[in-house]
């Protein structure tokens, strides 16, 4: 078959993108009975939306693998050529945007992805909206008490519904907020990280931010974490992509 072109590598990949999305669905209808909110924020039409658009970039990935094979490109030594997972990324935190601020109209959200080096920020990969710029860069936000460290010290979700009352703490080390360089206004913080398979290390963290208090609230971090680990997932199999094609 041509597709075997593709060598073991290629081909499990292949596997991993049909198979992992009919599961997640199947999972999807059995976690929404338990956690949707009686106040209907969280319904089925919001887990097949969040699906939809997750398959719609399983599909562009796909449609690059049928090209390769018919044009009888072989991708060893250009896998990031065909796979393209600096776009997968991007697109992975274009649905969580999506998701977020489909599920708030009133709010408006800042998602994006922090490198993580070492255990310390090095930089943005993507931020959305793209008009948007980050308030704040790698070296104020590697401050032990920031949204961000503190994520990757406890290498677990993250979040602040009330970032005014956070930076009112009276001790500054239980804070986990910093005001960096920005006026501080109303509004709620996450982070969530993504973990590397084999070092077990933090690599990313997912940053969401809304400009209304409690527009992220910690009472929702079980369903905030679901969501999150089916993209972060998918981001940790474009950063494998990125670092076999060396």
Avoid at 203 to 214: K, Q
């Amino acid at each position: 078959l041509p597709i075997l072109a593709l060598g073991p590598i290629n081909l499990l990949l292949v596997v991993v993108s049909l198979t992992l999305l009919p599961i997640l669905l199947k999972a999807a209808w059995a976690v929404i009975e338990d956690w949707a909110r009686p106040e209907g924020e969280y319904t089925r039409e919001d887990v097949v939306f969040l699906m939809d658009r997750l398959q719609r970039i399983v599909g562009m990935k796909l449609s690059r693998f049928s090209e390769a094979i018919v044009s009888g490109q072989r991708p060893r030594g250009h896998l990031s050529s065909v796979l393209k997972p600096e776009v997968q990324i991007k697109s992975l935190l274009g649905v969580v945007h999506e998701f977020f601020s489909s599920m708030d109209a009133h709010t408006q959200f800042r998602v994006g992805l922090m490198r993580v080096i070492d255990g310390k920020p090095k930089g943005w990969i993507h931020f959305l909206p793209e008009s948007h710029v980050p308030r704040s860069g790698p070296e104020e936000l590697s401050a032990p008490t920031s949204t961000i460290m503190r994520c990757v010290e406890a290498k677990s979700i993250v979040i602040v519904d009330d970032i005014k009352k956070e930076l009112e703490r009276r001790s500054k080390d239980d804070r986990r907020f910093i005001k960096a360089n920005s006026p501080v206004a109303d509004g709620s913080q996450l982070c969530f990280p993504v973990i590397d398979h084999s070092s077990r290390q933090v690599v990313f963290v997912i940053t969401i931010a809304g400009n209304r208090t409690a527009c992220l609230m910690e009472s929702q971090a079980d369903m905030y974490s679901w969501v999150l680990h089916i993209v972060s997932s998918r981001i940790q199999l474009e950063f494998c992509v990125d670092q076999l094609n060396g």
